[in-house]
């Protein structure tokens, strides 16, 4: 696609992150309760591809979230679109996510679910770029470290588009200056 500038990370890179996270989580949550819940809508490919790597029983569920404000600046107060369905009270969740940037976003709905009763909250990102960090988050299961460039595909967006692209890609920065 003419808006890409490079591939940054192959989706066999991608598959082999995603079969050690999902063996990692697998061996860590044997016996217990765990919730899984994706964060739409960036995380649902990872989630699909995660989710097929974990040989325990799971529930998974889903939430929808947006920053309020000016949407190219996170604010941290996040907006619940959509809210998952499932009790967590007494049980393990496990949150998924596609990107990590500044935190805020994470931080905030860990803060929130942890009101609701769970036996522990702990974050799994695909992407990771800690150079634009504004709150510390501890991800307890973490993919690929990125540099602080925008990126699309693999459930990743640009103006809602190019989620589908199966690698992740720089956007040209032509594009993304517009
Ligand atoms: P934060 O960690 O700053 O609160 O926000 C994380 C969210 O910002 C991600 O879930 C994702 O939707 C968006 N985001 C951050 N960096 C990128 C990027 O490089 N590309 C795209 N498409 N979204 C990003």
């Known amino acids: 696609m003419d808006v890409i500038e490079r591939v940054l990370i192959s989706k066999g890179e991608l598959d082999r992150q995603v079969e050690e996270l999902g063996s990692r989580i697998s061996k860590d949550y044997e016996g217990q309760e765990l919730v899984i819940i994706g964060v739409l809508k960036g995380g649902f490919i990872f989630l699909a591809d995660l989710a097929r790597k974990i040989t325990i029983p799971v529930d998974l569920d889903f939430m929808?979230?947006?920053?309020?404000?000016?949407?190219?600046?996170?604010?941290?107060?996040?907006?619940?679109?959509?809210?998952?369905?499932?009790?967590?009270?007494?049980?393990?969740?496990?949150?998924?996510?596609?990107?990590?940037?500044?935190?805020?976003?994470?931080?905030?709905?860990?803060?929130?679910?942890?009101?609701?009763?769970?036996?522990?909250?702990?974050?799994?990102?695909?992407?990771?770029?800690?150079?634009?960090?504004?709150?510390?988050?501890?991800?307890?299961?973490?993919?690929?470290?990125?540099?602080?460039?925008?990126?699309?595909?693999?459930?990743?967006d640009y103006a809602g588009k190019y989620r589908n692209i199966p690698e992740v890609c720089v956007l040209k920065k032509d594009i993304y200056a517009k």
């Open 64 to 156: 929808s979230v947006s920053s309020y404000g000016d949407s190219s600046k996170s604010s941290g107060v996040v907006k619940i679109i959509k809210d998952v369905d499932i009790n967590i009270s007494g049980k393990h969740v496990l949150i998924v996510e596609d990107i990590i940037d500044t935190g805020l976003t994470l931080n905030h709905l860990v803060e929130l679910l942890k009101t609701r009763g769970p036996l522990s909250v702990k974050i799994c990102a695909a992407l990771d770029k800690p150079s634009r960090r504004k709150v510390d988050v501890q991800v307890d299961y973490k993919g690929i470290e990125i540099p602080d460039e925008f990126v699309i595909g693999y459930g990743l």
